[in-house]
C-alpha cells in the first residue's frame, strides 16, 4: 500500500492530468496539419491544436513549479514516458479518419468546457487564471466540432454512417472523465477543483442536445475503458504516440531551438 | 544607440512602445492591441507586463524579443518582461485607432456580434463566413458577397 497523498503531490497529479490531456490532443490534432480534406478544415484543425498546446505550456509550466524540482513544461512533455502520463485514453486514440477526430473533439471540448467554467471559480489563483484564460479558447473549440457534428451526422448517409461509427467507438472512453479518485477527493476538499462525477449531468445535457440534432444515436452502455487519468494503464496508442512526439529529445537528448 | 542617464518616465516607455509593430500584423502596434498590460519602474529595473492573445500564439516570443529590442534601442538596459494572463486579454482593449488600422488594411475589426459589420474593402454588409478559423490564431476567414473578395475578420474575444 502506497503513502497517502500529500496536498502537493494530489496538485501535482491535478495539473498533469489537466496538462497531459490538452498536449495529446493537442499532438493528435496537429498530425492532420496538411492532410484535412479541405484547407479551411486543416486551419482550423492546426488552430486547435496550437491552443490545446498553448494551454499546455500553462498547465504543464504550473505543474514543474508544483512538484518543485526544476522541471519545466517541456521537461515535463518531452522526458516522461507513458507510465507517468495522466491524460483520458479519449484524448489518446488515433485519429482515425475525419469524422472520429471531430466526434472526439466534440466530447472532449463538451467535458472541458464544463470543467474549466469550474475551475475559473477555483481556490488556487493560479488555476482560475489559466482557467479564465483557456475557457475563452475552448468554448471556441466547442462552438466549432459541435456544429461539425451536427453537419456530418446530418449530412450525408455515408457522413451519418461516419459519425454514428465514430460514436460507438469512442462512447466508451467517455466515463472516464467522471470517475473519481484520492486526488480528486483531495482537490474537492481544498476547493481546487470540481468533483468529476458532479460534472456528468451538465455533460449529458449538453451532449444529448447536440447528438440530438446531428440524429447521432447515443450507445445504450455505461462500460467505460479507464486507466489513463490514474496513469495504471493506457493503451498501446500513446506509446507510439510518444515515439513521434519526443523523438528529438530522445535522440539529441537536451536539443534546444 | 544611446545610453540613458535619467530614468524615462512610463509616458515615455509607453510612446516608445506604441511604436512596436505587432509581428504578424504590423499595420498594428502592440499598444494598440492592448497585450501591454503595464509598465512600471522597480528600482532601477523596468517591468513590462505583456498578456498573450492566445494561448498558443506563436507570435508570443516574437513580441518579447521586439519589445526588450525597442527598449533597449532606447538606452535601456535594465528589462525585465512579465508574462499576465489575468485578467485573460480580450478584443475591447483594442485601441480604436488600431481597429480604424486595422480596416484600412483590410481585415475587419472584431464586433461584439461576432462577426464583422462590413466588407474592410467595399463596405458592403452582405458578408459571409467561410471559416470560423483563419490565418492566425486571433483571425476568422470570410468573404464579400458584392465584390467577392475574401478578407480576414479579428475575432472578438
Known amino acids: ?257 | 544607440m544611446s545610453q540613458v542617464t535619467t530614468q524615462p518616465s512610463v509616458d515615455q516607455i509607453w510612446e516608445w512602445l506604441d511604436a512596436v509593430p505587432d509581428p504578424e500584423i504590423p499595420v498594428i502596434s502592440l499598444v494598440d492591441l492592448g497585450i501591454i498590460r503595464g509598465v512600471e519602474w522597480q528600482g532601477g529595473t523596468l517591468v513590462v507586463s505583456v498578456t498573450p492573445t492566445y494561448s498558443g500564439c506563436p507570435a508570443t516570443a516574437i513580441i518579447n524579443l521586439d519589445i526588450e529590442t525597442a527598449l533597449r534601442d532606447h538606452g535601456l538596459d535594465k528589462i525585465q518582461l512579465k508574462t499576465q494572463i489575468a485578467p485573460p486579454w480580450t478584443t475591447d482593449w483594442m485601441s480604436e485607432k488600431g481597429r480604424a488600422k486595422l480596416e484600412e488594411f483590410g481585415i475587419a475589426p472584431p464586433q461584439a456580434a461576432g462577426g464583422p459589420e462590413r466588407c474592410p474593402n467595399c463596405q458592403s454588409k452582405n458578408v459571409t463566413r467561410v471559416s470560423q478559423f483563419g490565418s492566425t490564431p486571433c483571425k476568422a476567414h470570410w468573404r464579400c458577397q458584392d465584390c467577392l473578395e475574401p478578407f480576414d475578420y479579428f475575432k472578438c474575444i
Open chain 1, 1 to 257: 500500500m502506497a503513502a497517502p497523498l500529500t496536498d502537493n503531490e494530489a496538485l501535482f497529479q491535478f495539473l498533469l492530468r489537466m496538462g497531459d490531456n490538452t498536449l495529446i490532443l493537442g499532438h493528435r490534432v496537429s498530425e492532420w496539419c496538411g492532410h484535412a480534406p479541405v484547407l479551411e478544415e486543416d486551419i482550423a484543425l492546426a488552430n486547435t491544436a496550437l491552443d490545446l498546446i498553448g494551454q499546455t505550456q500553462m498547465w504543464l509550466g504550473l505543474a514543474g513549479e508544483v512538484q518543485g524540482e526544476g522541471k519545466s513544461a517541456d521537461d515535463l512533455a518531452f522526458l516522461r514516458d507513458v507510465w507517468d502520463f495522466r491524460n483520458l485514453l479519449l484524448v489518446e486514440v488515433p485519429n482515425e479518419d475525419f469524422g472520429r477526430t471531430l466526434m472526439r473533439q466534440f466530447l472532449f471540448d463538451a467535458w472541458h468546457s464544463i470543467q474549466l467554467g469550474h475551475l475559473m471559480k477555483s481556490s488556487d489563483d493560479r488555476i482560475a487564471a489559466i482557467a479564465a484564460k483557456t475557457s475563452k479558447e475552448v468554448t471556441y473549440h466547442l462552438e466549432r466540432s459541435a456544429d461539425t457534428v451536427v453537419g456530418l451526422g446530418d449530412g450525408t448517409a455515408q457522413s451519418h454512417d461516419f459519425m454514428q461509427t465514430a460514436l460507438d467507438y469512442l462512447w466508451p472512453y467517455v466515463g472516464e472523465m467522471f470517475t473519481s479518485d484520492p486526488v480528486d477527493a483531495a482537490m474537492v476538499k481544498a476547493g481546487i477543483a470540481p468533483d468529476p462525477a458532479s460534472l456528468r449531468a451538465d455533460y449529458d445535457v449538453l451532449i444529448k442536445r447536440v447528438l440530438t440534432e446531428a440524429t447521432l444515436t447515443i450507445p445504450d452502455s455505461d462500460f467505460a475503458h479507464k486507466g489513463g487519468r490514474t496513469g495504471a494503464m493506457h493503451t498501446e496508442h500513446l506509446g507510439h504516440l510518444l515515439t513521434h512526439m519526443q523523438w528529438l529529445q530522445r535522440a539529441y537528448p537536451g536539443a534546444s531551438w
